[in-house]
């Protein structure tokens, strides 16, 4: 469809609200005149309704309680009514006609069945899925009937992609509730916390739609963490993998899961901001079309605590398998490796300290019988480790200037440095008591 | 023994000459006058006669030549003749009373005889060895009764130890000729070549030697390639370690396996240049004693011919053991790596691109089974690796600032970095085609 400019205009949206953006009669308002400016906005995943200010309980938390108090026999009434009156309250506001006390009445009665802990947190997106729909006159697709998981709990990807893709093959508005599935015989399944994003990015996946809009309560990504930088400013276009070299870092709104569906399927996620409509929020893309300015870098995102383990060893460099034999150790201790500077005769393993404290001393005493009479091994903690993300970075040649000149005028002594052949993003390590102070030098260098 | 200024002097120093310090009768006048110069100077290792001029022949590839020949059946008189004559004209010019005429005779019909190549190439440094302690009036101790190898043909350290100390306890000045050494049952054994290097390094630990001298025809290190830097400072104090990081990298004078028994024992290392007999050379300590001011860099040493393998895969930093499975594939295929930057969901593992070669087909083939369907692996070539070394980088907030910016004024694109906790290195990976202008600004960046 082209419009009168020639430009081509989005034919398919599919929206995801998260639960601060469904967690009131007036938050559903603003759903509903959000879906009216873009009529191409044609599904919608809903979370279960959020805080609505800050000592507030979330549904799905509430749910949780009461399946925890009922299977250990005790009276769940109280915690329950907190649930009723959370949706009964919205229907009533939006003057609704959908039958929500019956369907809460059902709800009641699973839990006192004993039915399990995800079917009883789905209840959450379900209910709030019954009540969206009603408001925007949509239909109405439980995810049991779309989202198929395995009996151990694993989303079965292709089977969900054609029973999706099916259902929803003839295009009509449809409201499909988020963070569960079901099994082939019908046991009901959730994703992690936060699974809703999954939930949109597989039905977006399976409609083929041209935007996955992800409706939250903040305008998109920070190109810095607001507890350090003050004000940083906002990312307006980023791709994939730049956001998950960010995101892996540092806090992120998006379940990390719910990249991969539409990435692999070509499909934009753009990052809304419920409370402003009007704002572009960011859009985050496999390639950015038609950039015609790339800022240098995207964002930064670090981590405190990281351990340094140092290993020395005589000819180390000539001896084919060490680097291997380190790892080993501790791969059979469940412990992943973030990086891993060499030299000649020594490597450096960088771990997350938290990882890495429960088999502390059996790590050192197993890399010590490695390197037994011709080198050592020790370990250094409190280091932190700081990405510099940014597409604009490749084939530019002064971006490692500009980021070392700044540390070093700000006295700031660097520890590690990674810098992969993707060129993608700058690693440093530096003392965990010099983070907030690179994030700053880093920050005011290439955004002022 | 403390001089009249109250200071320490050297007890007792270990020297070894290489080839062309010993390549005819003028040279054999220096090497006398060096130790004239320091009568603590006890202890000689001398190499077989190198080359006189360019177009000459060394005295060790003729006696390898003369096997070879023998070993086929035909005949190698006109090789050895030149054998005979290097050593007949140094007897002759210093009109040494040793019977060298006969020596060169045994050793003729021992070639003939099949002796092995050991026992052939190991003569060089055996008649030297006889040579130079006539000439001297020192003590000659055939190696074959110090130097302990197994019967594969690799040093028995703790036996060579025991051996070497008992030889030489009584302290009186020694010849031991280097290359070679024996087997318990007596069979002649050598080192790889420039293996002189570790028989001198052996008996300056064998005698608790307070330096150990390696006499060659360069005044020490250079900071940098003067192939590639037109006339680069001298390197007048270096560690060990720094030394491995640079000679990993780029051409050494010192057999690498030679730095092992000095320095664990903690004897410095003096290269000197027999031709300037005064000039200090460059002296490698395991830590440089008193330093007034230590220079930023060391030193800058890089190779072109690197490979980078680069792996995608979702979620790799999920998964523990990716890693490790993929430096399993190159162990299997017995190619050892250079560099293993890391990124979100990637890795590099960087090559020497001949190691590659032979098995690159089957290397991708494996990593691609590792990664199917959720991930890719490429190899790009042609990549340059620049080592800037020094001990003076350590805490030193700005170096890699200054690095960084002087590669940007260069125009330089930065493929990798890697720069480990050591803080003793900056790696950088670059293309081949900016190798030689990455060193130019690096070093003219540090020294001027």
Redesign the interface.
Known sequence: MLNDGGTSVLECIVTKFGGSSLANDEQFKKVRSILELEPTRQYLIPSAPGKRFPSDEKVTDLLYACHSLASEGRPFAEEFRKIRERYLSIAAGLHLKVDIASALDQVEQGIAAGNSADWCASRGEYLCGLLIADYLGWRFLDAAEGIVFSENGRLLDDETQAKLSAALADRKPTVVPGFYGATRSGEVRTFSRGGSDITGALVARAVGADVYENWTDVSGFLMADPRIIDGPAEISSITY?EL??LS??GASVLH?DAM?PVHRAGIPTNIRNTNKPYHPGTMISKNPPNELSVPTITGIAGHKGYS?I?VEK??M?????F??KV??V??DR???????????????VVVASEALNPAREDVLAEIGKLVEGSGSVSI?DQ?SIIATVGRGMV????T??????A??RA?????????????????V?VNDSDFEATIHAIYHEFVG
Chains 1, 2 share one sequence.
């Open positions: 993998k998950r070299e892996h870092m990390e991969f340094v140092s005589n000819m460099n000539s001896e084919v398998g680097g291997r790892l080993q501790l791969e469940n412990i992943p490796f973030e990086h891993l500077p060499t030299g000649i005769d020594s490597m450096c250094s280091m084939h530019n040649c002064g490692a200037a500009r980021l070392f000149s540390m070093s006295r700031i002594n660097v520890r590690m440095i990674d810098q992969g052949s993707s060129e993608l993003s700058i690693i390590g």
